[in-house]
């Protein structure tokens, strides 16, 4: 193989001189970890809601909570990016459509990104968190209620704290899954890692190198994320329940 | 105190209660018993709205339960239930158990529901495990705690849930004991369970059930004297000779 390795390629400058390859690729991972982080707070906030809402008595409200999932998690991830950033804008009142052209053009792929990257996610949560609260004990409900506690304050206190800490080792996946999605957002110009790498390629003709560093990035961030979660994990047990070790 | 009048109840095409009346008088222990599927469980879940029923009426303290503008947690909050699985809540330990409702629904500040709460556990004998969590006590503890966790809230009457005691008989008694000392100072109770010797003991009234139907309701002596119908002749003589 006549490849020339070369490692140093990534503390040269760039062409415009002020700062070097290593640099652009840091600011994409700086992006990769705001976006993935903004889009998870968006998908556990309305996951947990939609996840509450599928259990809730009222049918018409689980069957609208439904409804959401189904066209969250039926519409790939990539379409759905471009709906929200290509179609989206031109359907809203031109009010608002033309307000979100004049934001800053990275403020617009980044907003879209996260909303798109948040109710994809959220759909997914939804789902956990809703077979989280089925897996508990009617029992439980029933005696929440007969405390005396209404059926907001029953879910608020009793059934979603439960849920939650029995959805830990699924919800990491997911929180993995939105770091690794969040690559899809380079198709529409957004500058996160993926697209830093593939700039990087462009610029310097080493894709080897460029490749392999944002790959190790990738691997480090997530090696991070799984190191808090296992400490979630261990805060979120329950004394004498299987697998609390005790 | 409660006051039960002709209910029925359908799951669908199902009748798991049909036409049952009865009535607990304040003070009075009654001891619901019967065989497995009987509707005994429905039934008292029916008394505080945990199950809805389609005809009839259940009045409690002077209260319509399935009427439209009952304020069901309201009611909730004055009617005591200890549930067969105890139902004590995994994530939270004994203490916190003993004050959520207390806090939460009554109002009470944190500390006032504490002292209450360690209260009601020394009295079920249990003041060492007020940091432990359920999961962490035998099921004859977890019971007590149920026991203190319903009478935190000052209860009107209650109401017990035990249809297949899944405790072994040392348990049982160190739970049956706390429950006798209840009725003797005058608690309103409604009882499901299988434990005989604990109806011959404090129960007013025997009520025997058999696929949804009251088919006995009788004071206690003349129940285990000489029921009358013969399903409850069958039913005693299986259950006391185990």
Redesign the interface.
Known sequence: MGYHWDWAVLFRAVPTGETTYLAWMLSGLQMTVMLSLSAWAMALVVGSLMGVLRTVPNRWLARLAAGYVEVFRNIPLLVQLFIWYFVLPELLPPALGTGFKQMHPVAQQFLASMVCLGFFTSARVCEQVRAGIQSL?R??M?????????LP?AYR??LV??AF?LIVPPLTSEFLNIFKNSAVCSTIGLLELAAQGRQLVDYTAQPYESFIAVTLLYLMLNAIVMLGMRQVEKRAR????IG?G? | MISIRRVSKFYGDFQVLADCSTEVKKGEVVVICGPSGSGKSTLIKCVNGLEPFQSGEIVVDDVSVGGPKTDLPKLRSRVGMVFQHFELFPHMTIAENLIIAQTRVLGRRPNEAMDKGLKLLERVGLTAHAEKYPGELSGGQQQRVAIARALSMNPICMLFDERTSALDPEMINEVLEVMVKLAQEGMTMMVVTHEMEFARKVARRVVFMDEGRIVEDARTEEFFGAPRSERAQQFLSKILHH
């Open positions: 004990p029992g439980q029933h005696a929440a209620l007969a405390l005396g506690l209404t304050q206190h009793v704290p439960m800490r329950v004394p004498g329940y609390s005790k």
